[in-house]
């Protein structure tokens, strides 16, 4: 079943209503994993639920972006629709507003899969959504549709939940929870981005990845290239880098202790140069904020919404650019940016010469 989702995503009849062309103009901000319960400690998304629901009205809205709600939005799994609903109520009436423009789109995810069965769901919900930027097609989609136990079995993990583990307080069974599930669902939408020379933006594994790397390779990329900067750079920004290279070690070290050793020894790209055809959202229930993706017809970038002071140790090092959203406790660091056309380039020479697919 997972095959034939990536072999029908690249067909011409594939979702047809879901094409989004922004090659003229238009942004779009993409999001997964709000996992919206019926609120209380058991709601993953009760903490972060203010800051998602202001940066959406008064910075996307406001602005005229298209939003894309890329799955798992509601926890059907463990909470039925009606009490989502009625707990998230001015979240919805949020979603009502981009729609009524035309500027809502929403996947499916494994966690709310089952609004396929829901006669009187307010908006239409697709498998993928194809995004014409001018420069190389872009598909966004869950992610989960690689693994056969979110397509086969995900009925008897919605009815363990619901049913066995919520009662005694367990919570999301997750690919996000293993490294090497995390691993297995990058590395199918990596290969499918690379055979088709396109672009995957995923969620699932609430792991942020920008131009198919984590955080892990990220900064081992950081570290070298503020490495190469030190040997000629003054002595004010020697000093600087010194402490951003500190830091950058200790985060390093942390991920090392939190993640396998045989994951993080295995790479998406193998012996390969990394091509950057994979990309995904995070999550909105991250400890310190929300990570998304924004994307318009030139450039996309990874951002990150937090409160002011909940994470300060992230922001500190200087190299984020900072906004506050008006007068509000909240602001906007973009983590990381590039242009399309560079991302372009680099998948035309470095991935699948052949461009038949495409």
């Known amino acids: 079943m997972a095959d034939a989702f990536f072999s029908d995503m690249v067909s011409p009849r594939f979702n047809p209503a879901a094409v989004l062309d922004i090659s003229r103009k238009g942004k779009i901000l993409i999001i997964s994993d709000f996992h919206m319960g019926e609120g209380g400690r ?17 910075y996307y809205l406001k602005h005229d972006w298209f939003l894309i709600l890329n799955g798992d939005i509601e926890e059907l799994q463990r909470y039925s629709l009606k009490k989502i609903q009625a707990r998230w109520r001015d979240l919805y009436r949020l979603f009502d507003r981009f729609a009524e423009q035309g500027r809502l789109f929403k996947t499916l995810g494994n966690h709310d899969a089952e609004l396929l069965f829901e006669k009187n769901y307010p908006y239409p919900v697709y498998n993928a959504i194809r995004v014409e930027t001018g420069f190389i097609p872009i598909f966004i989609y869950h992610g989960h549709q690689s693994s056969k136990v979110y397509t086969d079995y995900n ?7 619901r049913y066995l583990l919520k009662p005694i307080g367990i919570r999301n069974i997750s690919s ?7 691993f297995f669902v990058e590395k199918q939408a990596y290969a499918f981005s690379l055979r088709h020379n396109c672009v995957s933006i995923i969620g699932h594994t609430h792991r942020a990845l920008f131009e ?26 020697r000093e600087r880098i010194r402490d951003e290279v500190k830091a950058l070690r200790v985060d390093l070290g942390k991920l090392k202790r939190s993640e396998r050793r045989d994951v993080l020894r295995e790479s998406l ?8 055809c994979l990309f995904n959202s995070g999550s909105a229930i991250g400890r310190k904020g929300i990570n998304a993706i924004e994307l318009d017809g ?33 602001c906007r660091a973009v983590l990381n940016h590039d242009r399309m056309d560079y991302i372009n380039a680099r998948i035309e020479l470095l991935g699948n010469n052949d461009t038949e697919n495409r």
Not at 42 to 58: C, K, S, V
Not at 155 to 161: D, F, G, K, P, V
Not at 219 to 229: A, G, S, T
């Open 212 to 237: 198919s790397l984590g955080r892990f390779d990220f900064i081992k990329y950081e570290i070298e290239r503020l490495c190469r900067d030190y040997t000629v750079s003054p002595s004010p920004a």
């Open 155 to 161: 009925h008897l993990i919605r009815a363990s939940l």
């Open 298 to 330: 030139e450039t996309i970038a990874l951002v990150y919404w937090f409160a002011q002071g909940a994470s300060r140790k992230f922001i500190n090092r200087g190299w984020y650019p900072l906004e506050r959203l008006g007068d509000t406790p909240y």
């Open 42 to 58: 058991g709601d993953d998304l009760e903490f972060h639920g203010p800051l998602l629901a202001a940066f959406l009205e008064r």
């Open 176 to 182: 996000a929870r293993s490294p090497r599930r995390r």
């Open 269 to 276: 790209y193998g012996d390969d140069l990394p091509v950057p």
